[in-house]
């Protein structure tokens, strides 16, 4: 799907945790990217507006001390985090993580909204794999761009060891729960969740766009000019 398009240099950062990102993201980007993978420190709980702050800071960190002249951009790919800021925040971090890396800057969180808008999704499915209180979040994330959640489930992963475990199969056989008639398309959230063997079929499926954080994010990096 992008014989045409250059490799790309890609700084990735994402929670220490997170074991999906990294190939997946390769596996989407042309052939012969790079990927160098900046890990966040992060306790075992999933991320809330009271432990955001300190990752916030942790992130500045990293990407400062990781910045290398082998990457061209950053892929920004913590969903959660993105959302939990809100648009605003999430701008925030991105100018931030530009500032100290010289580099544009891809977030997950904005990539997800961006492309919704550009097939003209306005009302969607919605799979994440977060408790209530994060979901929450992202639906307002989602809706201050016009977007409405018509149809929602969730894997309600209690902690990061929880999370990991999630396989594609479940992934995809939760997501067909959600294919509805009154809906524009399916998005699938968070960059741990296995999606690259499932997109597709699903797509086929249920005969409407479905996409995923770390497939969208993939999209917006191929656009940028090296």
């Not at 220490?16 to 390769?26: A, F, I, S, V």
């Not at 408790?131 to 201050?144: A, G, I």
Request: glycine share 6%.
């Amino acid at each position: 799907m992008t014989n045409h398009v250059s490799p790309k240099n890609v700084m990735l950062v994402v929670p220490e945790n997170n074991t999906t990102m990294h190939q997946e993201l390769l596996a989407w980007l042309p052939a012969g990217s790079s990927c160098q993978l900046i890990r966040v420190p992060r306790g075992k709980g999933l991320l809330t507006k009271d432990s955001l702050p300190s990752y916030k800071a942790s992130t500045i960190e990293v990407c400062s001390a990781g910045n290398t002249k082998d990457t061209t951009m950053v892929a920004y790919g913590c969903t959660a985090a993105g959302f939990i800021l809100g648009p605003e925040g999430d701008r925030e971090m991105a100018q931030k993580i530009q500032e100290v890396t010289n580099k544009p800057v891809v977030t997950t969180a904005h990539s997800m909204v961006q492309a919704l808008q550009e097939i003209g999704a306005k009302k969607i499915s919605l799979l994440t794999p977060y408790q209530d209180d994060v979901n929450d979040q992202l639906k307002l994330f989602l809706k201050s761009s016009g977007i409405e959640v018509q149809h929602f489930d969730s894997f309600y992963a209690p902690d990061v060891i929880a999370l990991g475990k999630i396989t594609a199969a479940q992934v995809s056989e939760k997501a067909q729960t959600l294919f509805a008639d009154d809906v524009d398309a399916l998005f699938i959230a968070c960059s741990q969740l296995p999606t690259l063997e499932v997109i597709e079929p699903l797509t086929e499926k249920f005969g409407k766009p479905v996409l995923s954080s770390i497939q969208v994010t993939a999209k917006y990096l191929q656009q940028i000019a090296t």
